[in-house]
């Protein structure tokens, strides 16, 4: 199957600094990348979708001069959560699009998350 | 309304038998249908996929699709406590574009 990885796996910081998650396909390129959030026992919420070469999209509600996404690479994508507070400690999970192999649809393969605590 | 709703459970099963988790969406429009399956502190994992209404089995797990009635459902087999996990399922216009996630259900197998 395919593998996406992200980085850090977990990360705590004091309120105010940035920090940066990377989201990488290993085995595929992908065009497409998403990002969503979870917070304790609630499920996944999209925040934004991210395509090579271009702005990402974010979901209503969601600021973008807080989470800068890049996504300069059809391997890479990054998340850039600007000046941290505690309640922007949750679960972060990127998604990468793989194109239907032989005509077959795509399909989303996840990242195993990172987990941010702010102090 | 919400737009995928999923009953939060838990489910709780005994070990060997069927658990079966229901889904409904609200989005007619709607082609691309996923189960995934959460474990605690991890991401979700791909289960099954389904396009076309009908039922398609992989292993001990079995997806069922009804379009008209805009409910999707997730079959699984001799189930096993290593099964014990929340299932979401998630919903698409078009497959590999944004999913839709419903808030999951919490499914227990009992030895």
């Known amino acids: 199957g395919a593998v996406v990885s992200q980085h850090p796996s977990w990360v705590i910081c004091k309120s105010g600094t940035s920090v940066k998650i990377e989201c990488r396909s290993l085995?595929?390129?992908?065009?497409?990348m998403f990002w969503y959030r979870q917070f304790p026992k609630q499920s996944l919420m999209l925040m934004a979708t991210?395509?090579?070469?271009?702005?990402?999209?974010?979901e209503q509600g969601v600021e973008k001069d807080k989470f800068l996404i890049n996504h300069a690479s059809l391997t890479l994508s990054t998340l850039t959560v600007t000046s941290a507070h505690p309640e922007d400690s949750s679960f972060y999970i990127c998604?990468?699009?793989?194109?239907?192999?032989?005509?077959?649809?795509?399909?989303?393969?996840f990242g195993p998350g990172t987990r941010l605590t702010v102090l | 309304q919400k737009e995928v709703e999923q009953n939060s459970g838990p489910l709780s099963v005994p070990e060997g038998a069927i658990a079966s988790l229901n889904c409904t969406y609200s989005?007619?429009?709607?082609?691309?249908f996923f189960w995934y399956r959460q474990y605690s502190g991890k991401s979700p994992e791909l289960i099954m996929s389904i396009y076309s209404n009908g039922d398609k089995e992989d292993g001990r797990f079995t997806a069922q699709l009804n379009k008209a009635s805009q409910y999707v459902s997730l079959l699984i087999r001799d189930s096993q406590p290593s099964d014990s996990a929340t299932y979401l399922c998630?919903?698409?216009?078009?497959?590999?574009?944004?999913?839709?996630f419903g808030g999951g259900t919490r499914l227990m197998v009992k030895p």
């Open positions: 989005d007619r429009g709607s082609q691309s």
């Open positions: 991210s395509n090579e070469g271009s702005k990402a999209t974010y």
């Open positions: 998604s990468a699009r793989r194109s239907g192999l032989a005509g077959g649809t795509d399909t989303q393969y």
């Open positions: 998630a919903v698409s216009r078009n497959a590999g574009n944004m999913l839709t």
């Open positions: 085995d595929f390129q992908a065009t497409t």
